[in-house]
C-alpha cells in the first residue's frame, strides 16, 4: 500500500495544475471595445451657389481662310515658313509670272492699237465736220464717222480692261496671305501645277489670339434650365457675362476665363443639341484649333444650393458619394448627383439637404453603419 503513495501523489498533481491555470485565466478582466473614430465633419448649409453646367467642346479659330490658287501657273518658289505666324499681305507663294507677263504685255499692244484707231476716227469726224454743212460730205458719211469714233471708244475701252485683267493675273502670282494668323503646312511643292478652276489649295491660316471654344448642350437640358430661370430658381445673368473655365485634356484648368458670345437658336435634328461658343484670350498659343477640351459654364447662381469642400466627395467609377453621420453618431454612404466645381468645393445637386452632417477627413477609416466621435472641422470658405 505505501508503496503507490507516489503515484497516486502524481496524477493528482497532474489533475489540479491545469485546473489552477484555468481558474486563474478566468479571473483575468475582459478586454474593452475601442473607442468610436474620431471624424471631422462639416454641417451642410443652404445658401447661394454658382449653377455649373459641364459641357464638351472644342477649340476653333476665331478667323481661318484657305489660300487658294486664283491664277493657272507652275509653283515656282515658297517664300514663307511653314508653321510661322504672318501679317495680312505677307508673300507665301511665287508661281511663275512669265506666261502672264507676256499677257499683259499683249493687252499693252493691244490698247494702242484700239488708241490709234480711235484717234483715227476721231480726225476723219473732225475733217467732215465742216464738209457737211457745204454738202461736201453727205449725211451718211458723217453719221458713218461719227458711229466709227463710238465703237473706236469702245474698243479703247474694252483693250483698257483687257489689260487691267492682264495685269490682275500677274498680281494673282505672287500668292499674298489674306489676313494675319499662323500659316500651316504647304499642301503644295515647287513644280506643281495650280488651277484658279479647280481653286488649288495651296495653304491655310488661322488666327491663334483670341480662339473660340464651341459646346455643345441637350436641347432638352437648355430648356429646362431656361424653365428654371423663368420660375426663380436660377438667376441667370445675360448672355455676355456667362463665365466659362476650361479644362483641358490633362485634367488642369486654363488660367483666363472666357464668356460666351453666341448661343445658336437652332436645334441639331440628328443630335437634338444646341451649339454655345465662347471666346478665350490665347497668348501663350497652349489653345490649338481641333482640340478637345471640357467648360465649366457658370450658368448664373441658385438661391438656395449646396455646396461641401471637395474632399467630402469619393468618386469611383463615375458615381460620386459621401459620408453622412446621423444624429446617433451611425455613419451612412449615400450617393450624390454633382453640379460643378467652384472655390475648392462641390456643387451637389441631388442627396444632400440642409442640416445634415457631413464627414470631410476621417471617411477612409469608417464603414457604414459604425458609430463614430464627430467633431466640428474649421468652416471652409464660402464658394465664389
Known amino acids: 500500500m505505501p508503496s503507490n503513495l507516489p503515484r497516486v501523489r502524481s496524477a493528482l ?5 491545469p485546473a ?3 481558474i486563474a485565466g478566468c479571473s483575468q478582466p475582459a478586454p474593452q471595445a475601442p473607442p468610436p473614430p474620431v471624424v471631422d465633419v462639416v454641417t451642410v448649409t443652404a445658401g447661394s451657389v454658382p449653377n455649373i453646367v459641364e459641357l464638351p467642346g472644342r477649340i476653333e479659330a476665331v478667323r481661318s481662310a484657305e489660300v487658294r490658287a486664283r491664277t493657272d501657273g507652275i509653283i515656282s518658289r515658297r517664300l514663307y515658313q511653314e508653321g510661322t505666324d504672318v501679317r495680312e499681305g505677307a508673300p507665301l507663294f511665287q508661281i511663275d509670272p512669265r506666261d ?8 499693252r499692244a493691244a490698247l494702242q492699237r484700239a488708241q490709234a484707231a480711235r484717234e483715227n476716227a476721231a480726225a476723219i469726224l473732225q475733217r467732215y465736220q465742216p464738209l457737211v454743212s457745204d454738202r461736201a460730205v453727205s449725211a451718211l458719211e458723217f453719221d458713218n464717222a461719227r458711229s466709227a469714233l463710238r465703237q473706236a471708244d469702245a474698243g479703247v475701252a474694252d483693250a483698257r480692261a483687257a489689260l487691267d485683267r492682264a495685269q490682275l493675273e500677274l498680281g494673282y502670282t505672287l500668292v499674298r496671305a489674306p489676313i494675319s494668323g499662323r500659316v500651316g503646312r504647304a ?3 515647287e513644280g506643281a501645277l495650280a488651277s484658279a478652276a479647280s481653286a488649288t489649295l495651296l495653304t491655310t491660316i488661322e488666327q491663334m489670339e483670341p480662339v473660340y471654344a464651341v459646346f455643345t448642350q441637350s436641347s432638352a437640358e437648355l430648356q429646362h434650365l431656361l424653365a428654371e430661370a423663368r420660375s426663380g430658381k436660377v438667376d441667370l445673368p445675360t448672355l455676355t457675362r456667362v463665365e466659362v473655365r476650361l479644362i483641358l485634356e490633362d485634367g488642369s484648368e486654363y ?3 472666357g464668356h460666351i458670345d453666341f448661343a445658336d437658336q437652332s436645334v441639331n435634328p440628328s443630335t437634338g443639341s444646341q451649339t ?3 471666346t478665350f484670350a490665347n497668348p501663350r ?14 450658368a448664373g447662381t441658385v438661391g438656395n444650393g449646396i455646396a461641401v ?4 466627395v469619393q468618386i469611383n467609377n463615375e458615381e460620386a458619394r459621401v459620408a453622412v453621420v446621423g444624429a446617433d453618431g451611425i455613419v451612412q454612404f449615400r450617393a450624390v448627383t454633382l453640379g460643378g466645381q467652384t472655390g475648392g468645393r462641390w456643387v451637389i445637386r441631388t442627396g444632400l439637404k440642409a442640416g445634415e452632417r457631413v464627414i470631410i477627413d476621417g471617411w477612409q477609416k469608417v464603414q457604414a453603419g459604425q458609430k463614430v466621435q464627430a467633431r466640428t472641422a474649421p468652416a471652409a470658405p464660402a464658394a465664389k
Open 309 to 312: 469642400p471637395q474632399r467630402a
Open 285 to 298: 498659343r497652349a489653345l490649338l484649333p481641333g482640340q478637345f477640351v471640357r467648360g465649366r459654364v457658370t
Open 255 to 257: 488660367g483666363p476665363v
Open 276 to 278: 454655345l461658343r465662347a
Open 13 to 17: 498533481a497532474g489533475v489540479a495544475l
Open 20 to 22: 489552477l491555470l484555468l
Open 187 to 189: 499642301q503644295v511643292t
Open 100 to 107: 502672264k507677263q507676256a499677257q499683259v504685255q499683249q493687252a
